[in-house]
């Protein structure tokens, strides 16, 4: 097959780099200069929920930057759907716009489409490189360009309030049998030992990232770098194997019993109320805890049978320019105000985890401690990765294991028959080398 | 034939050449007051449905400029060929029958209930049937999901306090029941539509028949068989045509109850609207979107069609 580096082809490859070209000229009134602007308006689009950190940042820029005008709104992109993505990018309707993550589920199909201009030079000019996780850079580019600017890491895991574990007499756990027997010992007290919401998000499947980090390691075979990068598949043991953990401790009383039937919100107000002892939930959380706990709360990875804990991470709030942006320049130097501006110190103190160098000092203890800070190796945070066919066997398999429909052998293979059907599609560059 | 059939009918036109010059300017009225309905149908129902009928046949993203490759029947291969795909026919099947039949039936016998017996006081009755119709479906279903929280929802805290300790149905959890749960609500909350209509119908009756019967000596129960229903019969296929076609496309129901992504657990509750939705809004698959529409609407168009074919011939002959 005549392709580059990550499966798209030479040709689709300069066909959208040359929709998004005639779009930046034709959107940006012929102006190909990538500068700081003098003066300007930045529409700017994101959908709700992190959203309310952005309008902070959104007001903290318009005093620093009165010589640009800001139309700011949020939108409920999960109701209105990709619609609202094509359609607001192509009519130039917005000069900025959160793609969620720069995966395939959401980045590859936007680019494929013509829809979004390159960053580079932006990424020059206010030397991103210098502060931007270079793991970050390089899951946005394609083709060597750099197509989105991811502004968040998230890291999934079991949140808990330290007093509880001090009260218990246990710290994180370090091992399975570590787990399971701080799990017992929240049972035993009539605790809800790890509660999770399936319904709604199934946040199951962040347990399952959890224990097929800590089982099949950071990278190599078996492996979730190896399958989603590289030719190993959800059939291998450590998937399977973390799938059959999530069975055990749910057969044996250590997970919430109504998982199937609650949604996250109801496992975070079981947590928050003291019923459940370990939340499932992430960094998107943290806030919320800080909210409601002060500093007794923090965060673990949940080791897997014969693994230690290994956390799963991944980037999210990822800002894309669309090709027909009229003022891409003012939307540059958002991103930079959030890249190393005031924007970053304000999105860090409200407890979220930058992919940028930017005013780590400043982080909460709990954002200290976690690998994109510390520099630590860890795992991918799946979602994203796989686009609507594979997500949607994954999220409902996961169910259908605990609810006693599938075996977790015949889940992996949903998985990874999906998976397959979604490269064939073009769906998932056959070749994702480049992106490790 | 029924007289819904009958006034249904649509009557030869007259000829323009020999029509009165009253027939043509009632024709040319008729036109200007159909046309702006029939333009905005054009536009947002015609249109649309031929558009996405043309789009099955081609490879589209959703969002790529141009509509991809054509591809012919191989999208409806792609879409059908799945669990996902038959479940949902399945599940769409049991929901037309259960729309069909439940809500109409339950509606039915109570307006039948308060208008035709003494039960009173009937105002506060027809407000009680009628109050789920003030919610929207979806409102009902977002209700509904602490209805049945396993933990803290109402109808398993009544479960536990009639000494059931032990039973904890999880209403949206378990795929046995999710699929039953989901249809209580669209059945309390349609059935409230069916009871205001029968209301209607039952309300035009023509009360000397009910007093005949009863100096007849008939009770209540042949007074409903032999008086009531056949009286309504029309307005029933009516309202059991709407509740058919409710009932195939429940996805205001569907979407607020289940998970994950939609029509969980396990596909226990996925249905064709739910596919269509994850094809179309949660990722890149829009040809196989309008693939699974042009399957839906073929499906509810020949089950409506079969179905007033059935009762055209099945109507009592005058």
């Given at each position: ?23 930046t000229a034709?959107g940006s009134n012929l102006a190909f200069a990538q500068a700081?602007p ?289 003022d891409p320049d ?107 | ?318």
């Amino acid at each position: 097959m005549n392709s580059n580096s990550n499966g798209i082809s030479r040709r689709e490859l300069l066909k959208f780099m040359g929709v998004g070209a005639v779009g930046t000229a034709l959107g940006s009134n012929l102006a190909f200069a990538q500068a700081v602007p003098e003066s300007g308006t930045f529409r700017f689009q994101i959908e709700s929920g992190p959203g309310t950190d952005f309008v902070a940042v959104v007001d903290a820029f318009i005093a620093e930057h009165p010589e640009i005008t800001v139309e700011f709104s949020q939108v409920e992109a999960a109701v209105v759907g990709v619609d609202w993505q094509r359609i607001a990018m192509e009519a130039g309707a917005v000069d900025l716009i959160s793609n969620e993550n720069p995966k395939f589920l959401k980045l590859d199909p936007v680019l494929k489409a013509g829809l979004i201009q390159p960053l580079d030079g932006y990424r020059d000019l206010y030397e991103w490189d210098e502060w931007v996780l270079a793991a970050a850079l390089r899951r946005s580019s394609r083709g060597g360009q750099l197509w989105t600017l991811p502004l968040y890491y998230e890291i999934c895991g079991a949140s808990y309030r330290k007093s509880v574990l001090e009260s218990f007499d246990v710290g994180e756990p370090q091992s399975w049998e570590e787990f399971i027997a701080m799990l017992e010992k929240f049972k035993a007290a009539g605790l809800i030992p790890l509660t999770n919401g399936h319904r709604g998000f199934s946040q199951i499947q962040m347990i399952h990232y959890q224990f097929w980090a800590s089982i099949g390691g950071l990278s190599g075979p078996g492996s979730i770098t190896d399958v989603i990068f590289g030719d190993g598949k959800f059939t291998d043991a450590p998937s399977v194997e973390a799938a059959q953990a999530i069975l055990d401790i749910y057969n044996a009383g250590l997970l919430d019993p109504d998982v199937l039937s609650i949604t996250q919100d109801d496992g975070n107000e079981r947590f928050i109320s003291g019923a459940a002892a370990l939340n499932v939930t992430g960094t998107w959380f943290y806030s919320e805890m800080q909210r409601q706990f002060d500093d007794d709360w923090d965060m673990l990875t949940m080791p897997g049978p014969g693994g230690g804990p290994i956390w799963c991470t991944g980037e999210t709030e990822a800002m894309v320019i669309p090709a027909a942006a009229q003022d891409p320049d003012a939307a540059a130097l958002f991103l930079d105000f959030c890249v190393k501006g005031t924007g970053a110190k304000i999105l860090l103190e409200r407890g979220n985890l930058l992919a940028t160098k930017a005013f780590g000092e400043l982080a909460i203890p709990q954002i200290q401690r976690l690998p994109i800070i510390t520099g630590d190796e860890s795992s991918l945070l799946i979602f994203g990765w796989l686009p609507q066919n594979s997500q949607d066997a994954y999220q409902q398999g996961l169910g259908g294991i605990l609810a006693g429909s599938i075996t977790p052998a015949q889940w992996a293979q949903q998985v990874q028959d999906a998976w397959e059907r979604d490269i064939e599609d073009g769906q998932i560059p056959e070749d994702r080398s480049d992106l490790l | 034939m029924s007289a819904l059939a009958s006034r249904l009918r649509p009557r030869p036109l007259e000829s323009w050449r020999g029509a009165s010059s009253k027939a043509r300017e009632q024709w040319r009225l008729s036109a200007v007051l159909v046309a702006p309905a029939l333009i905005l149908m054009a536009i947002f129902v015609f249109f649309p449905a031929l558009q996405t009928i043309g789009l099955s046949f081609y490879k589209w993203d959703g969002i790529s400029p141009d509509m991809g490759d054509f591809v012919g029947f191989k999208t409806f291969t792609r879409a059908t060929d799945n669990y996902p795909f038959s479940q949902a026919i399945k599940n769409s099947l049991l929901w037309g029958v259960v729309g069909l039949f439940v809500p109409t039936i339950i509606g039915l016998v109570a307006a039948a209930l308060v208008e035709d017996t003494n039960l009173r006081p009937k105002p506060l009755f027809r407000f009680a049937f009628f109050v789920p119709y003030f919610f929207s479906m979806a409102v009902a279903a977002a209700l509904f999901t602490r209805v049945y929280d396993p933990s803290y929802g109402m109808i398993n805290q009544v479960i536990h306090a009639l000494g059931f300790t032990d039973v904890k149905p999880q209403w949206l959890g378990d795929g046995r029941i999710a699929i039953y749960a989901a249809m209580g609500v669209f059945v309390w909350h349609e059935t409230a539509f069916c009871y205001i209509v029968f209301t209607a119908a039952i309300q035009q009756i023509d009360r000397s028949l009910y007093d005949a019967a009863k100096v007849d000596g008939a009770s209540e129960v042949q007074v409903f068989r032999y008086i009531t229903i056949p009286s309504v019969r029309d307005v029933a296929t009516f309202v059991m045509t709407i509740m058919l076609i409710v009932g195939l496309t429940p996805f205001a129901v569907v979407f607020p109850l289940t998970t994950p992504g939609l029509g969980g657990p396990y596909y226990s509750t996925e249905i064709l609207p739910t596919l269509i939705f994850k094809k179309a809004r949660m990722g890149y698959n829009a040809s196989e979107a309008a693939a699974l529409g042009v399957i839906l609407l073929i499906l509810v168009i020949g089950i409506v069609t079969a179905f007033l074919w059935f009762r055209e011939r099945t109507a009592p002959k005058d």
